[in-house]
């Protein structure tokens, strides 16, 4: 049977095996468990396991679980990150509890994330999501606004902008897949030489994360390949 522990085993495995081909660190990769939809008491299998980082899209839930863990894993540190799409008025809730959000897309996000982060926490972490395969369906900048954008968010003392995050259209080649990626990652090389710190480059889920470390990704975001498949009602 397929545990937790053994799909997890198995992710760190192939982030091996395709760091070995392109002659890269595997420990420079994050892998970011994506537990959308999942219960707690997954959640904490993959804790068990030693996995501390997760993914979660939709603000009530994602809290729900940061809140349960704090009250029922105090002593284990996790680190939260918001990967869904972000309204303006969900962004208190996600900035008084995450750690990183990968889904900026406007000033106006970044600023009330900025203005309503609570002082005793660590500056938040963000990322800009860009819309690399132009899709009218996903959230994300154009690469033309990326300049603009990232100077703005340079000057919000609450936030560090770490760098990009990517959901390329879906793809099945890896040929296919990579040359997205590419693109993505010379956004991510031009960004680096103009703004300081830029060190996160989001992008790669289980159907593509080869093709994104091969790319230059350096964060990962898994969901079913740990979880199994998803089932929304
Ligand atoms: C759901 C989701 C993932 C994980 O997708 P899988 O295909 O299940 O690995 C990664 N990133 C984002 C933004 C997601 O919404």
Redesign the pocket.
């Known amino acids: 049977m397929m545990t937790i522990e053994t799909n997890l085993q198995h992710i760190h495995y192939e982030i091996t095996e395709i760091c070995r081909e392109c002659e890269r660190d595997p420990s420079n990769i994050k892998l970011?468990a994506?537990s959308?939809t999942k219960p707690c008491f997954l959640i904490e299998q993959a804790i068990d396991a030693g996995q501390t980082i997760f993914?979660e899209?939709y603000v009530q839930e994602g809290v729900e679980k940061i809140k349960y863990f704090a009250a029922h894993r105090p002593d284990t540190h996790l680190e939260w990150h918001f990967?869904?799409p972000l309204q303006s008025n969900k962004t208190r809730l996600v900035t008084e509890h995450f750690d990183w959000v990968?889904?900026v897309d406007r000033i106006k996000i970044a600023q009330r994330l900025n203005d309503q982060r609570p002082t005793f926490l660590n500056k938040l972490n963000v990322l800009i999501q860009i819309n690399i395969s132009n899709e009218l369906t996903k959230s994300g900048i154009t690469p033309e606004q990326l300049p603009q954008l990232a100077a703005q968010m340079s000057n919000l003392p609450n936030l560090v902008l770490r760098g990009l995050?990517f959901?390329p259209k879906a793809e099945n080649e890896f040929k296919k897949q990579r040359e997205t990626f590419l693109k993505a990652y010379d956004l991510y090389s031009e960004l680096q030489q103009k703004i300081a710190g830029i060190d996160t480059l989001s992008m790669g889920?289980?159907?593509d994360m080869n093709a994104a470390i091969a790319s230059g990704s350096n964060t990962i975001?898994?969901?079913?390949?740990?979880?199994g498949a998803?089932e929304y009602n």
């Open positions: 970011i994506v959308k993914g899209n990967i869904g990968h889904t995050m959901i889920m289980s159907g975001r898994i969901g079913s390949a740990i979880f998803r």
